[in-house]
């Protein structure tokens, strides 16, 4: 099992340009979720996803997009990137039920300039 | 307000010596709390979850406690090693609502340093 993979590992973006962060995972995990993690704060939840075709937004939402259009993938999107979205951005996976482990993917470091 | 404070921000501890990390949450109706450990450039890996009856757990040798009466969890590591040097991430889990992920309530990590 590769877990959950993450693409690409950095990304430098300038103002206003879009991109799509991809998240995959290998488990037949039903949830799926985006977080971003900010120096001197704890991981805020972007969006996350119970299952294919079911997403809904987290905490900090704005700015960004979520499709699921198959249990393996879930890419979020920057419609366009502000600085304010500098950030290192975790996709996680885990079963339904709320004792069940998330594992989340190594991480992409996204600067916007 | 943040639902769950860590303690110490960051500590320097020599290999071999033991330290103890703290978490305080106020989340409420609790269903669980997880330590996570987060090596620098990589995501956060777990260590241990426990739920309302369980008091304490072990992986290796990390033992995490839980005093769901007081809502106060702490992280033992013994004989530390240069390779824990990391963040440990607290999360607690609320049990309110059918479903979703925003009932996750994340610290923002104790930073520890081992040095030979």
Known sequence: NAGVTQTPKFQVLKTGQSMTLQCAQDMNHEYMSWYRQDPGMGLRLIHYSVGAGITDQGEVPNGYNVSRSTTEDFPLRLLSAAPSQTSVYFCASRRGGWTYEQYFGPGTRLTVT | ?116
Request: aromatic share 8%.
């Open chain 2, 1 to 116: 307000k943040n639902q769950v404070e860590q303690s110490p921000q960051s500590l320097i501890i020599l290999e071999g010596k033991n330290c103890t990390l703290q978490c305080n949450y106020t989340v409420s109706p609790f269903s669980n709390l997880r330590w996570y450990k987060q090596d620098t450039g990589r995501g956060p890996v777990s260590l241990t979850i426990m739920t309302f009856s369980e008091n304490t757990k072990s992986n290796g040798r990390y033992t995490a406690t839980l005093d769901a009466d007081t809502k106060q969890s702490s992280l033992h590591i013994t004989a530390s090693q240069l390779s824990d040097s990391a963040s440990y991430i607290c999360v607690v889990s609320s049990s309110r609502g059918a479903y979703g992920n925003n009932r996750l309530a994340f610290g923002k990590g104790n930073q520890v340093v081992v040095i030979p």
